[in-house]
């Protein structure tokens, strides 16, 4: 019993266990950390400096949006397509450039100062540093 | 530069760069409303300030259904071009398209932006994103600020810079450029129009400041311009003669409609949003030398987001400060009095508007499916001054005799929405 009673324990936490996931940019930048309100500011578009810092957010295909928007930025798809149509529609910016995979994001973000994008924290590799976790 | 020159000497400097650049990108996006309203009282109907058609026991699409297409150009990382055509009812009566942005955009390094063309004037804090209902809260965006100025957007130049400061983003834009504008009884011509915008963004607080004048503005056709120039000439005959204030500021200041006029806004913002609370506040004030009246508004918006569905209220008012009440001239010739008497009931009943009123609002956004928001609203308008006969947003209606349909003062513009963007 004890053993079965185990066993369920291990399911429903890998069950509930969700990828955690960061905010990364390139290692040799000047940014060390960003609050959760200056991702929110940052990726709505509605700021594109941080202490003096030029910072554009990335997106890629396949890319964790939702768990992002919702656990980290708190907020829906919904409402950040709201707050991306209020600056496209005035002249204002754009919505995160999308690349094709993963790979292609994290060599932009390695290659380019101040591109941030947001992976598992599994995939955090050389050439990125970790500023929101 | 005039403005009608102004367009295709833009476009033919876009199109060709565009074009023959092999790594331009161009975009095209959209967005819309398809948008019903009525009213509950056949006294008095509802549309946007800059339309003919007003409509008010009966559903109808008029008011705020839209379509835009905007076409985005990115020659390079610093040049960006857009050009947005958006179409309505406007003061014709119809749908029409017209060119709302049409503009080239250099971003000089990250803090500095230089943009010449066509853009929305950014009054208040929701006057460039105005046609765009997918990205406001609210079925509409608040009348109240938008309405204390009269134009839309000018054709010019404007500067804008960033900096940090402190966890935050301050931007400053700086304006300058002319315009012309139609209204159902009212075509102008604006020599001048400038200002400027301050905007702190921290922490899910936006500040904003933004101060704008226009000069030499002129009244260049439509109705009141005919019906005002009949007066003049009698107005003008008894200036002369005034004794009180009222005789001797007004005429000048209607005089001033079409020998040129200008104007004072100022508008101050404060909003929230946290992802679940969403709060607008803002107050406009409005200061002018012609004989349109000076005003201040206040709308305030509170919404509260669960899932996909966020309930909000407003409360929102507009007062007149001044040219609430009927004129009296006083004049110092006994015999041009009653000539004067008759000329301020003319001006009292023909030209003076006050637009006070109290309107509070609730509502329900529900982001329905990605990239369509369905929303419904209701609006419980109450006049300060319901024998007055409006012009704006409300409209009186009139009776098969010609007179106006009595009206208590109190309406209720409902609304349904579905705003969408591609």
């Known amino acids: ?133 | 530069m005039r403005s009608d020159l102004c367009l295709p000497i833009l476009a033919s400097l876009l199109l060709p760069v565009a074009l023959a650049e092999p790594q331009s990108k161009l975009q095209l996006s959209g967005f819309g409303s398809i948008a019903a309203t009525r009213t509950d009282d056949d006294a008095i109907a509802f549309k946007r300030s800059f339309q003919s058609r007003a409509n008010s026991k009966t559903w109808a699409f008029d008011a705020d259904s839209r379509l835009g297409l905007q076409l985005d150009m990115a020659p390079s990382d610093n040049w960006h071009g857009v050009l947005q055509v958006v179409g309505m009812q406007r003061e014709k009566g119809t749908f029409d398209p017209t060119v709302e942005w049409a503009n080239l955009a250099w971003e000089v390094n990250p803090s500095w932006r230089l943009r010449l063309g066509r853009m929305v004037t950014p009054v208040t804090s929701s006057s460039e994103s105005r046609d765009v209902g997918y990205a406001q809260l609210s079925a509409r965006p608040p009348l109240e600020t938008i309405g204390i100025y009269p134009m839309v957007g000018h054709d010019g130049a404007d500067i804008r810079y960033r900096h940090s400061l402190g966890e935050g983003e301050m931007r400053v834009q700086m304006f300058a450029g002319q315009t012309r504008y139609k209204l159902p009884f009212l075509a102008y011509t604006v020599d001048k129009v400038y200002g400027a915008a301050i905007n702190y963004a921290v922490n899910d607080w936006t500040l904003r400041y933004a101060h704008t004048r226009l000069d030499d503005a002129r009244a260049t056709g439509g109705s009141y311009v005919t019906t005002i120039g009949s007066l003049l000439p009698s107005l003008n005959a008894i200036a002369p003669y005034c004794v009180n204030v009222e005789c001797s500021d007004l005429i000048p200041r209607i005089n001033r409609l079409t020998t040129g006029w200008g104007g004072r806004f100022n508008v101050i913002s404060l909003s929230y949003d946290d992802g679940n609370w969403n709060l607008m506040s803002e107050y406009a004030t409005r200061k002018v030398n012609t004989f349109i009246s000076d005003a201040r508004s206040l709308v305030t918006q509170l919404g509260y987001r669960i899932n996909n569905f966020t309930p909000y209220v407003g409360f929102n008012k507009v007062d007149s400060i001044n040219r609430q009440q009927p004129v009296q001239f006083v004049v110092s010739d006994p015999a041009q009095q009653a000539n004067a008497d008759i000329l301020a009931a003319i001006v009292s009943r023909s030209l003076l508007f006050p637009q006070a009123a109290i309107r509070n609002v609730i509502g329900l956004r529900w982001d329905a499916h990605r990239n369509l928001a369905l929303k419904i609203q209701v609006d419980q308008v109450k006049h300060k001054y319901p024998q007055a006969s409006y012009t704006g947003f409300y409209v009186r209606t009139t009776a098969p005799d010609g007179s106006l349909v009595p009206y208590d003062g109190k309406v209720r513009v409902y609304s349904i929405s579905a705003d969408f963007i591609f």
């Open chain 1, 1 to 133: 019993m004890s053993r079965l009673f185990q066993l369920c324990l291990f399911i429903i936490c890998c069950l509930g266990t969700q990828a955690e996931i960061v905010v990364v940019i390139a290692a040799d930048s000047p940014i060390s950390r960003l609050s959760r309100a200056q991702l929110v500011e940052v990726f709505s578009g509605r700021t594109r400096m941080v202490n003096g810092v030029t910072i554009t957010p990335i997106e890629y295909i396949n890319a964790n949006r939702d768990q992002f928007y919702q656990h980290v930025l708190g907020r829906t798809s919904n409402q950040m397509r709201a707050a991306w149509a209020k600056l496209l529609f005035t002249g204002e910016g754009q919505p995160p450039r999308e690349f094709s995979s993963l790979g292609e994001a994290r060599s932009q973000v390695i290659s380019a100062p101040g591109l941030i994008t947001y992976i598992d924290a599994q995939q955090v590799g050389p050439g990125l540093k970790v500023v929101y976790q």
